[in-house]
């Protein structure tokens, strides 16, 4: 899923090609992306792009006379520029944006449509769907420490939860939470003031870092590879190999659709976290430690 260095990346490619433009024709590939009845798409056609912001993980393009399209990539969406009037793909394509320069083209990999779009009138009917998550980047450490503090969950769900920070998703706060040297199943409410600052910190530093590796990679073109799994990353999507401090395999935890990957001796001293299937099926054979993990290892070798 888009987090915040990709959706600002978005942000940072459409503006030179369609902020102030206008909106010359607004197409639809597959009515059930459009989740709004009223306004109507053809509503925002002649309108210029007022400006174009993030809430949360979702674009906003506002439009002259009060309309906005609040758009949800979701897990599989992503956004392509083409020829002006370029087709809609057959399988993938959900809708078509065309202005004066090109067509902003929406897709979608994969059988579950899941990305969205509203047509909203008025900042009251925008702000209505914002999960109003704490902005990191704008936020001093005492804010962050408060949002943090206010619910009892382990770091990684209370950095995930769009209702506690904005646009922090599953990739990033690997990163965030290897940078902070901390384990993804601590609890909030244990945390010590320099262990909340050191969290604030790493969270700051690695979506500012984020941002500027994907604008430097991307130059001026519109950006084509989007994606959750980057080979900078130090853990996320990098189960098995090794870390790239300590050099000890990335580690990981399986839970629903997701997993949290971290480095067990850089996060959690050397300690094995609990992987529920896995361990349910192991029951008292599980590893505790990488060290016993590995004693198991050269033994089947």
Not at 101 to 118: D, K
Not at 208 to 225: A, N, S, V, Y
Not at 235 to 261: D, F, K, L, T, W
């Amino acid at each position: 899923m888009p987090e915040l260095p990709d959706v600002e990346l978005y942000i940072h490619a459409l503006k030179p090609r369609i902020l102030n433009q206008p909106l010359e024709r607004f197409r639809i590939g597959n009515p059930f992306i459009v989740r709004t009845i009223e306004p109507r798409p053809e509503d925002l056609e002649g309108r210029a792009v007022a400006d174009i912001r993030r809430m949360g993980k979702r674009l906003v393009l506002a439009f002259t006379n009060d309309l906005f399209l609040l758009l949800h990539l979701m897990i599989a969406g992503r956004l392509r520029w083409r020829e002006k009037g370029a087709p809609i793909p057959a399988k993938v394509g959900l809708a078509a944006f065309d202005f004066p320069a090109g067509s902003v083209i929406l897709t979608e990999a994969g059988s579950r449509r899941q990305a969205s779009i509203h047509i909203l009138r008025g900042h009251e009917a925008l702000q209505a769907m914002n999960p109003n998550g704490l902005e990191v980047l704008d936020a001093t450490a005492a804010e962050f420490a408060a949002r943090l503090r206010s619910e009892n969950h382990t770091v990684k769900r209370s950095l995930t939860d769009p209702h506690m920070f904005s646009g922090i998703g599953n990739a990033y706060s690997d990163e965030i939470l290897h940078a902070a040297r901390m384990s993804p199943l601590k609890l909030t409410a244990t945390l010590t003031d320099a262990e909340t600052e050191a969290l604030f910190q790493a969270t700051r530093d690695v979506l500012i870092d984020w941002q500027h590796r994907l604008r430097d990679e991307t130059g001026d073109d519109f950006p084509e590879k989007v994606t959750a799994f980057r080979p900078g990353m130090a853990v996320h999507g990098r189960y098995g190999q090794p870390c790239p401090v300590c050099g000890s395999p990335i580690q990981r935890i399986v839970y629903a659709r997701n997993e949290a990957n971290y480095c067990s001796r850089c996060q959690t001293g050397g300690r094995l976290l609990s992987d529920r299937s896995l361990s349910r099926l192991l029951r008292q054979d599980w590893p505790k430690t990488l060290d016993e993990l590995e004693k198991r290892q050269k033994r089947r070798k």
